[in-house]
């Protein structure tokens, strides 16, 4: 059984997985990095701080954020 991971919990504890960030990512470090589980979960942190806190989320929670994103239900965020 693969291991279940805490949100908030040590980015550091999140070994064998491969943290990846969008091409649009700026130079000065304000990214977003994602990464699978072998939970099949998504691992999110701040690339500025990639030994801390990692939020985790099910593939459901994920795809609606995406989903909603896509459908610009989050651009009033950046007014």
């Known amino acids: 059984m693969a ?3 805490a949100n908030g919990a040590s980015a550091d504890l999140l070994t064998d997985v491969s943290w990846r960030k969008s091409k649009r990512s700026g130079a000065l470090g304000n990214c977003v990095e994602v990464a699978t589980l072998p939970t099949g979960e998504i691992a999110v942190r701040n690339s500025r701080f990639p030994h801390g806190p990692a939020l985790v989320y099910t593939r459901d929670e994920m795809a609606a954020f995406l989903a909603g ?3 610009g239900e989050f651009d009033d965020v950046l007014r």
């Open 3 to 5: 291991e279940r991971f």
């Open 69 to 71: 994103a896509k459908d």
